[in-house]
């Protein structure tokens, strides 16, 4: 059974779960989940966890995220990027230096109004749902925070006028982001193009396409792409268990007394090391935050 993360560059025209549905076939393994959504439209980092692998997405789902994205100036359209219907084209007399000052007001712990275009669930229907039959419903803003938001010195993909650099919390919408800002200098704005270069501390260097994917697999070799789950885990402590009675303990979830380790999240391996749990001591006992071996 395939068990593990697979980071793969998402092509444009590709939806989050078109991607897992892919590799769900190409590894024949029902248990597929991935790290954060992407519109079709965006391009780059996806982390996908595959077998029990699946048990870390929960983890990976809120950590932060790093895009390229292009910023149009001038339209404004009913998704907030340039797939949508153009609502209102306006002259565009911005400056690079009013454009950063703007930016500057959308830095740091920001309320953002979800897009109608997105599968967020108001009463049972999700937004795009009713987006489609021409409804439009009141949404309430949710917190999110933007790390760092600033302009780029690289020429602005085809269609876009700048390029910017977005580092921010689970949850942000860019596309959100671009048409706010684009209200904020009165001329009207929207997503022209979105590049993941970072998620769930994966980058771009980590990530294959599935044509790689593919040939790996074709060739009976789709397994050493994959990733063992607790490389996601790599910067928490490693706790090694020195005895059977004590991985016995852990595999059936159960409390161990871990009296002269400091508080904290560890890395749970048994005798053999094989990874067995995601655990955190308080108190001098340990316990299990979730389990990672097969049943």
Request: proline share 5%; glycine share 10%.
């Amino acid at each position: 059974m395939p068990n593990g993360i697979i980071v793969i560059n998402k092509p444009a025209g590709w939806t989050s779960m078109d991607v897992c549905a892919k590799l769900r076939g190409m590894f024949h393994e029902k248990r597929v989940g991935h790290g954060g959504t992407l519109d079709p439209m965006a391009t780059g980092v996806l982390p996908v966890f595959l077998g029990r692998a699946t048990r870390a997405v929960e983890f990976a789902a809120d950590s932060d995220k790093e895009y390229i994205a292009g910023l149009k100036l001038g339209v404004v359209t009913n998704t907030q990027d340039t797939t949508g219907e153009v609502l209102e084209e306006r002259p565009v007399d911005v400056t690079r230096d009013q454009l950063w000052n703007a930016l500057a007001r959308f830095t740091g712990d920001i309320q953002q109004i979800p897009p109608m275009y997105s599968a967020i669930k108001i009463n049972g229907k999700k937004l795009y749902e009713l987006a489609r039959k021409g409804r439009e419903v009141e949404r309430k803003p949710r917190p999110v925070t933007i790390h760092t938001l600033k302009v780029l010195d690289e020429a602005p993909p085809e269609g876009a006028d700048y390029l910017l650099r977005v580092v921010c919390s689970k949850g942000t919408y860019v596309r959100t982001l671009c048409h706010d800002i684009g209200q904020a200098l009165g001329c009207g704005g929207c997503m022209a193009s979105l590049r993941r270069v970072k998620a769930a501390g994966f980058t771009l260097k980590d990530a294959v396409t599935l044509e790689t994917v593919q040939e790996a697999v074709d060739r009976g070799e789709g397994g050493s792409l994959l990733l063992p789950v607790d490389a996601y885990f790599a910067d928490v402590p490693m706790l090694v268990l020195k005895t059977a009675g004590a991985e016995k303990k852990i595999r059936n979830g159960g409390l161990l007394n871990t009296c002269d380790l400091p508080d904290g999240a560890y890395r749970v391996y048994g005798m053999d090391k094989t990874f067995l749990a995601l655990g955190r001591v308080a108190g001098g006992t340990l316990t299990t935050v979730k389990s990672f071996f097969e049943v």
